[in-house]
């Protein structure tokens, strides 16, 4: 707000001084003004023909002036209140000739007035007198939908309105609704189809035409879709001939005569209703004619040309009546129907062709029909000559074009987007770039000043064609003309490539603040229908549209605003000019002696700059700057003229050009302007505090200069372009860096006319600073300037615009007078290359304007308020930007000079574009240390790197070689003089490290900021992700770390790398990347300039041409630690690692690409890159397993072997062979024990043992299953001499499991860095610390490096890393309270494979699977299996209690009477020893690690287990299903149930049924549910749990009948007991019952749980003898 005294120009006062309305007519220098009387400020207005509308601030509408529909004698002069609005606040009003609009905030149209023609949207009313809401509904959605309206406009007989989608809605009558129907009138409102899928910014409504300004997309894939919505508009290029005189263009321009085909028109050549205006003298309308002449003029195209991808050809112009024509097969006409046709348009007049096309013939056939198939030959009549329009000099000029050598002229902005913007493909350079807004767009009328003479010319109004095309109205004369044409269909020159390049460069310039609506767009197009009697439409005829087609010569002008009178239209651009067409019979275009059909530029006095216009009946009002940014107004058009004696106005006069309203300065500072009828309107505001003043001065200084950086644009970039010699004058990399000049000019440019439009809305809607784009979009400016700075500092660095001086002189001749009248230079005596270099900063220094206008503007309001804040913010900004771009142009000018003296052998190779000179060291400020007597050498400073030049003779600037030094890679620290008495630097480098010597304490202080400045800048930049510019802060010295890329080339290991990471020092620390020229590459940590922590190394095999790749960890340079190897040979290795060797625990899978199918997999321990130690091989290919020692990558020492075919090995190996005394076993039990020499060849001694019991004790020879040769004892005994079977195999050459996967233990005892701690049972209380602190960092570093991958990290699990990070406090003995919180921190940690004890638990059970799962699952290795276990228990246990050295030993026993306690764990410890007063916790391997180990394990485990039992688990289950077949009293009664423990009723659903005879399955059936739960649980003490509950619940069943006081005996228990064994139908209850007794504590199978064990076991013992019933 402003200042106290007034407050957004003060509540009382400033309300009379804002938004006062002056009313008048005509022009004469006596004309006097009426000012309207309000008492709240008005925002909008509207005229009509005879009457008036008013919108104030508040909402409120009034109207004043004739109106006929209110059917009163004396109508108002004061405008009056519309009442009937009251409630509704309004926001736009609009007028047509005899009715109104109201538009409401909620998006809803009111209208009033005359409705004759249904334009008021009412049916059944020929007069509206109040305002009355019109929906305008949507039908097409479902359900339909109102629509919201944005903006009305209103004609005489029409009104159209735009939707909040950008859609346009019409309704009234006549062809300027541009809807598809010949009835009239349209009482409810219609979409305007044709409009669909383009955004339409703009609506205007003359008498009987309309226009509409689209904003066109930006892209050819947009443009292509709306092609593909609208298939009635040509998607192709038509190369059409069109006549001028005496002359023939090509032109691509191509629109389809009347607009697209009416595909739902009604059948039938009716015609429309007339509209008619009521009378008054200038009323007129040509819909009333026949829309259909005998003789228009039709473009058609070759068939030839429909399918192909580049259509090139000659389009004839046929005069066609429409109904009579045939068509033609060949596209050309001949040459004498081309000279015929000539000859009779050179001698036709306009007046002719209108007298010609009112003498209709027959009707034509229907609209739709017509223009659905403007091709087919049954439209046509045979009789009618086809006039070929050819002449002698054209014909073979056509034959010469070339697809790929025709440029097409014209616009391409909708019809060419499609095709490929190339040379190749025939797209003109000029069109591109005109089409996307950039260079070629001419600031003055037509484009010749950017030589682009390409269209035509002259005026039309003696054009003898009435072609429907349009036409384009250049200044240029015929000469040209024809001269140009042999040019334009001449092959394209190489040359032009980087005009092509820069156009699509710059065609991707648009700021995206456009499409997200931050400024008003300036690609804009005029779309106009409707009558066209008087040329309104701008097409370069007199024919109607029927729907809206493009005006294409306004395509390209930036026009962001449209009005239109009674039958003239006028088209406002960003560049302030104003294009009029239509009728001129009162000078209401405002010029001279030009055709009034096409659009044309309003002559208006050079200097003077239009924002703002209106058009009335037969006048033209315009708003300009004038002097001291008052804005002044023009007038052209009728006078108005007044009688004493009438009360009517009349005319005898009218201006043909604007005229200045001398009034114009005293009614204050003008905003908007209104006209319609007679009458003018002007809404202006009074310079309150000096606000309004200072916004018109921004808003005025904002035009002036987006007009001067077009004409720049346009006169001055766009024909230095143009010649292919620029490019030889520059070279390539200069003329990369102009084109990127012109690029970046011409989005600066954009970005200014966008902010010259804004701030005139700006003006006239409410003029609120939150809304100012100068304050909103701060950001996108400065961006946009910096954009353009930075490539003229670095043209100007290259010598550019020296180099530009001698094509610029061959342009505008050596004075170069229009580069004088750009420059506002005090400087009268500049050179060409100082003129230019001023020219093309000249943009910058209206940076200094923005900050001067926002502080006069800062300055209106009080220091307190928000408005202050934000302005005096970006005006700081501004201001900052302006100093920090004029350092920087400073750093360009100072290097250019640097270069101009500087003389070398690789001046060219040092020379870079934004590379700047901070300072230089030729006058022997800073020298080399202990450097030759004899050696010159200098020492320069610029924003990215050091140079050390050498050479003879360093004062004058002449060296022989150099060394360069990236400043991201150069760490700069001072020596202390008192300690080495020299006033140096140390300079470290990656790859070198010397010192300087200053010439002073000064410049070692100046070199020793200077380098830590450029050094800051280059890392920020590189942050930023930005080209480093010198910022022109002042910052402290770099940081030591940083982050910086370099290539080494110095010999060495790293010779010819090149490096991106971290550095510390000079040297690779941290995160980085290091590639060789070979292509090896390592991405990972560095420490100390090595390898060192993880990383990803990949090399290639030249053997296998394939990449070899390692991750892991890495130590000195080394791979060492825990990874994973890909080999080129398809082999991986996965495991631990040591100087480049596979050492300790690891897995080799080999075989083709070491798929999941790979030949074999070994898993084991590894020394020196070789197998030793113990590990288990799974050979697919041979379909055996090796599980024993290994020496030197064989089988050396005890092992075994077990074959897919059931046999089984265990003995001695050597070198790789069975050898020595072994046990083989067959799948049937046939066990040899003797001697082997090589795998499965028995030879020596040996026993033979069958499993009947016969024996075979000998000599044996020969390969186990091809037959043995034996000499030796065959034994047969007795059957009473038989014995029991004994165990088949000993173990004795069996690994033990104590001395397996040593090598797990020890990584994970080296995890925790306690290697010592394996000798030392008792670690001291250091060691326990560092173990702790180890796993902390593990899990910190192994979390970091898990975020550059988070889908591998759950957040459940980085709360739990995060967790476990915490180390637990050991203080006091181990309670139950602390033993539970052991127990739990176990379970997450083996849970985490990031942890050391998750990660043992992990390959534990990947060890554990590979070892007996497949091949391995054999009954022979059950026993090896639970001692394996038995054996992880225990060492795990082992760390354990190192861990949490309080932690009792296996099997003791805490103190603890706390209720804390694991409730199931007392009871069990209870029942163990009842006789034990304390209660307390057994501490136990099994009971601690066995819940967390077992479950992982039971799948293999319990897989053994049933293969063990396999025999006698089948007569089991034999026996389950043949008893469970009896009901539950017979089955009772058969296992000797007393009948006093029988059931006697049942509980169903809670109803109580008796047991019968005949019940099954319902006795004691929740202790038999119970004790099903046996096989889902995991650890014994589970199945131990779920056995006691079992109990429990059958003595809960017999209490229920005997009582509560009942105690059992084993002879009660025990049937009882078997028969919900039986009915549980436990299918392997056998593998249940061992696996609890291998592996419940012995402690535990002591007491109850013990004897509820046995009874168990018992039970499926005698299950397996009982008989049938």
Known sequence: MLMEEQISFGEEEGSREKGVLYRWQGYSCNVTFERLGLSRPVLHAALGALHGLLLTEDGCVYSFGEQPWNQVSCHPVSPVLESSLSGQHVISVSAGSYHCSALTDNGLVHMWGENSYGQCGISGMDHLPNPTPVNVVDDESQPPQLVRIQNVACGAQHTLALSGKNEVWAWGSGCQLGLVTNVFPVWKPQKVEHLVGRYVVQIACGGFHSLALVEFLSTPEACQHIQDIYPGQCKQSLYTLTDKDDHVIISDDHYCPLGVELADSKQGSGKISPAQMPPTKHSTSDCQESLWPENVYVNQQSSSQENSENPVGVTDIRRVPLGRAKSKNSAYPDEQALKDYLKRISDQTLAEQAETASLGGSSGPSRQASLTHPFRSDLFDESIMLPAPTTDDVTPLAKQVKPSHLLPLGDSSYNNFSQDSSVNRGVCISDLVNSNGCLFESCEEGVEAAGLDLCLTDTLQSKKSISLNDIFVEDSGAHDRRGSLTSILSPASSSDSHLISYARAVADNRGTSEHKNLFPSLYTEVWSWGSGQEGQLGHGDHLPRLQPLCIKSLSKKEVVKITAGENHSLALTAQCQVYSWGSDKFGQLGRINTPNTVPNLTKVSDGIRVWDMAAGQTHTLLLADGDFYQPILYYTGEQVMWNADSSHPFSDTYTQTPTLLPFSMKIGYVSHVFSGGLNCLALADQNTMGFIATVHELASAEREFYCTL?????????????????????????????????????????????????????????????????????????????????????????????????????????????????????????????????????????????????????????????????????????????????????????????????????????????????????????????????????????????????????????????????????????????????????????????????????????????????????????????????????????????????????????????????????????????????????????????????????????????????????????????????????????????????????????????????????????????????????????????????????????GLVITQFGLYYEGSFCNNKMMGNGTLLCDDDTVFKGEFSDDWTLCGKGVLSIPNGDSLDGTFDGRWGTGLRVAGIFTKPFETLRTETISLVDGCHSVPAEEKWNALFEECWSRLGCEKALKNLTPGQGVFEKAWENIAISLTARRRQQKDRPEELRRSQNKMLETLEVIPKHLGPVTADSYNNIRRYLMKACDTPLHPLGWLMETLVTVYRMTYVGVGSSRRLLQQAVDELHSFLTRIFKLVRFLFPALPEDGGFILDSSSSSDEFTDSLNSSTHSETPQQGLIVSSSNLLLPVLLPRLYPPLFTLYTLEKEREEEVYWSCVLRLNKQPDLALLAFLGVQQRFWPVSMSVLGETKEVLPSTKDACFAVAVETLQQISTAFTPLDKLQVLQLTFEEVTQDVQALLGQEFFWCMDDLFPIFLFVVLRARIRNLGSEVCLIEDLTDCSLQLGQLGFMLTTLKACYNQIQLEKTI
């Open 710 to 1198: 077009s004409k720049v644009k346009s006169q001055i970039l766009a024909p230095l372009l143009r010649p292919a010699s620029l490019a030889l004058c520059l070279g390539p990399s200069s003329m990369l860096l102009f084109q990127e000049v012109a690029g970046r000019f011409s989005k600066l440019c954009h970005l200014t006319g966008q902010n010259s439009t804004s701030l005139t809305n700006f003006l006239q809607r409410g003029k609120v600073i939150k809304t100012l784009a100068l304050i909103k979009n701060t950001h996108i400016f400065i961006d946009t300037y910096r954009e353009y700075s930075d490539p003229v500092g670095n043209f100007l660095v290259m010598g550019g615009f020296q180099s530009l001086v001698k094509p610029l002189q061959e342009i505008f001749g050596n004075k170069l007078e229009l580069i004088h009248t750009l420059v506002e230079s005090k400087e009268n005596n500049l050179s060409p290359c100082e003129l230019l270099v001023t020219l093309f900063y000249s943009p910058l220094q209206h940076l200094h304007s923005y900050n001067r206008l926002l502080l006069k503007l800062a300055n209106c309001f009080d220091v307190r308020t928000e408005e202050y804040h934000w302005i005096h913010d970006g005006s700081s900004k501004y201001e900052a930007l302006a100093r920090l771009l004029s350092k920087q142009r400073k750093d360009a000018e100072s290097t250019f000079n640097f270069w101009k003296n500087f003389r070398g052998k690789s001046t060219e190779s040092l020379r870079k574009p934004s590379r700047r000179l901070i300072c230089e060291s030729t006058n022997k400020s800073l020298t080399l240390q202990n450097a030759g007597r004899f050696s010159g050498s200098c020492f320069i400073l610029f924003n990215d790197v050091l140079v050390h030049a050498q050479g003879t003779v360093p004062s004058k600037m002449f060296f022989s070689s150099h060394f360069v030094y990236p400043l991201a890679t150069l760490w700069v620290e001072p020596i202390s003089e008192e300690s080495e008495g020299i006033l140096g630097l140390k300079l470290t480098t990656p790859e070198d490290s010397f010192v300087v010597l200053a010439s002073s304490s000064v410049e070692k202080g100046k070199w020793l900021r200077a380098i830590n400045k450029a050094t800051d800048d280059v890392l920020t930049a590189r942050l930023n992700g930005k080209t480093c510019v010198s910022s022109g802060r002042q910052t402290s010295e770099p940081p030591v770390s940083r982050t910086a890329a370099y290539s080494f080339i110095k010999e060495g290991p790293l010779k010819d790398t090149s490096y991106d990471g971290r550095w510390l020092s000079g040297k690779p620390h941290g995160k980085g990347i290091l590639k060789w020229p070979d292509g090896t590459v390592y991405c990972g940590t560095f420490k100390n300039g090595l390898q060192d922590g993880f990383g990803d190394y990949m090399m290639p095999n030249s053997t296998f041409n394939k990449f070899e790749r390692y991750q892991g960890q890495w130590k000195e340079g080394k791979i060492n630690g825990f990874g994973t190897y890909w080999y080129a040979s398809g082999e991986v290795y996965e495991g631990s690692f040591k100087e480049n060797l596979c050492h300790g625990h690891g897995m080799l899978r080999s075989g083709k690409m070491a798929s999941p199918s790979s030949s074999s997999v070994f898993v084991g321990q590894w020394v020196q890159g070789k197998k030793k130690g113990y590990g288990v091989c799974d050979d697919f290919s041979r379909g055996e397993k090796y599980m024993g020692i290994w020496l030197d990558d064989q089988r050396h020492g005890d």
